[in-house]
């Protein structure tokens, strides 16, 4: 098979669909590899190393998209990108077409069949191509929560892990799932009082055993989110329900109750954000502020620490990508009901309920057109 890396267009977003360790190993297979000039070059990897793992470099995305058979990107594609993609072309990458219905017609219309990493699951119910940037996202998310309370930057001046005689800052995650534990693990680690908020009693134990009670648990209703997120100096949004849109767990009046210079960071922004007040933002200009309270909403935070990102990302995507080409998209697909749960649109059919869903739109049974 002839797969196709393009350079990432989204803004600021430095990824990269294959490293060359992972180009070696499709070659490797007998694959035709063809990539985009500097595809990689913002975090190290120049087309050289492309080369020497057996690539060719394309001068542009337009050529790599007309040879390809299957196209391996790092975000949702571009409306240009989504206007060189074709009938029975394999597109691998996140989607997150739920909050997005220009992307959804643009993919509907290109006929491709497109395969979203967030949400391949697996045996035990997990989404395995999503968990390496949700860890990532987590971290950064208090990163970027204790630079938004900074001062210059619009918050109220407080540093998370207070000093000797001065309170922490309390951060509220909503949400104790992947990004969640991996933003408490931070938080944490800073000195920060914590508190998870989450509905399954399941997760809220596994939290409490993983961080030997040194997290406050708490289980999520009207009462308490409002109790929390009001008191709150840091909110991290941390929701997930695969496929669709994140839920708007905080309105814009409990926003107006919380502390001036307080912030929030919403990681749920690629499904269209938790917080009422949020939208999304880029790493060039990534806070805004509402009601006194600063919004950190880049919707790509894993890009700003691409070389981190890419190799974690490329170490779960790789045998995925071997199987499509090794087997072929329809064999591939009808061998791995999990594989298969990352459809969602093929030739011109929205296959996952949530997309249909959230867009009114028609689903049909990904096994009928495989």
């Known amino acids: 098979m002839i797969i196709g890396v393009p350079k990432e267009i989204k803004n600021n977003e430095y990824r990269v669909g294959l490293v060359p360790s992972s180009v070696a190993e499709l070659n490797a297979h007998g694959h035709k590899l063809v990539i985009e000039k500097n595809a990689g070059a913002e975090i190290g990897f120049a087309d050289q190393d492309y080369i020497d793992a057996g690539a060719e470099i394309c001068a542009d995305a337009r050529t790599v998209f007309e040879q390809a058979e299957m196209i391996i990107k790092v975000k949702e594609p571009q409306q240009q990108e989504c206007a060189m993609l074709r009938p029975e072309q394999i597109l691998f990458t996140y989607l997150h077409l739920a909050p997005d219905l220009n992307q959804t017609q643009a993919l509907i219309k290109?006929?491709?069949?497109?395969?979203?990493?967030?949400?391949?699951?697996?045996?035990?119910?997990?989404?395995?191509?999503?968990?390496?940037m949700s860890e990532v996202a987590g971290r950064m998310s208090i990163q970027a929560g204790a630079h938004a309370l900074q001062k210059s930057n619009g918050g109220s001046g407080l540093l998370l892990a207070g000093v000797p005689g001065v309170a922490p800052a309390n951060v509220v995650i909503l949400g104790g799932g992947i990004v969640g534990s991996n933003a408490a693990r931070m938080a944490l680690g800073l000195g920060a009082d914590v508190v998870i908020l989450d509905k399954n009693i399941n997760t809220l134990r596994r939290i409490d055993e993983q961080f030997c009670g040194r997290i406050n648990t708490v289980y999520s209703s009207g009462e308490s989110l409002k109790k929390y997120v009001v008191n709150a100096d840091l909110v991290i949004g941390a929701v997930l329900i695969p496929g669709a849109a994140a839920p708007k767990l905080v309105s814009r009046k409990l926003i107006k109750q919380m502390k001036k210079g307080s912030a929030v960071v919403d990681v749920a922004i690629d499904q269209g954000g938790c917080f009422a007040t949020s939208h999304a933002t880029t790493h060039q200009d990534p806070t805004y502020i509402v009601d006194g309270i600063v919004h950190y909403c880049v919707a790509n935070m894993p890009g700003d620490v691409a070389l981190t990102a890419a190799q974690a990302l490329n170490n779960v995507t790789l045998p995925y990508i071997l199987k499509l080409a090794d087997l072929g998209y329809r064999q591939a697909l009808k061998q791995d009901k999990h594989l298969l749960n990352g459809l969602n649109i093929c030739a011109g059919k929205v296959t996952i309920k949530e997309v249909a869903k959230a867009h009114g739109l028609n689903f049909s049974d990904p096994q009928q057109l495989i």
Do not use: F, H
């Open 110 to 132: 290109s006929g491709a069949v497109c395969i979203a990493y967030e949400t391949v699951t697996d045996n035990n119910g997990q989404l395995p191509l999503l968990r390496p």
